[in-house]
């Protein structure tokens, strides 16, 4: 936050915390349900997250309204995910983020992506990466 313009070091929580977020949106990005790709959705919630802590920490105790948290959670859920209808996967951003989602868990468990038969080669595993992730917009 304020800075001396060195990089800070999170704690250990912090870092866990940020590793289940990050597990936990791929999975909803595998199910089709993210309309964003992980980085991304991970940087929204953070942001948000950050912000309205420090927002309800400024005010006073007697004028907090913590409702606050509870309406930018919903605003941000629904700015990331698939609403109802795209969850059956019927929008091509969400299949193609799903899509995406499924080649990087294959890709991070390498044992896992031979037996699922995963053949592609680094720079044609990239392109298709680059082509999901323009499909996903």
Not at 120 to 134: G, I, K, Y
Request: glycine fraction near 8%.
């Amino acid at each position: 936050m304020a800075g001396g313009g060195g990089e800070a070091s999170a704690p250990p929580a912090a870092d866990e915390a940020h590793a289940l977020l990050v597990t936990l949106l791929g999975r909803a990005a595998e199910a089709g349900h993210l309309r964003v790709p992980v980085a991304q959705a991970t940087r929204v919630i953070h942001a948000a997250t950050t912000g309205a802590t420090l927002a309800l920490i400024g005010e006073e105790p007697s004028e907090r309204d913590l409702t606050t948290s509870a309406r930018l959670r919903d605003t941000v859920i629904a700015s990331i995910t698939t609403g109802p209808p795209a969850s059956s996967g019927s929008d091509l951003a969400s299949r193609a983020l799903a899509l995406d989602a499924a080649l990087e868990t294959a890709l991070t468990t390498k044992p896992a992506a031979a037996d699922a038969g995963l053949t592609l080669r680094d720079t044609e595993t990239a392109l298709l990466r680059e082509w999901l992730q323009q499909l996903a917009g």
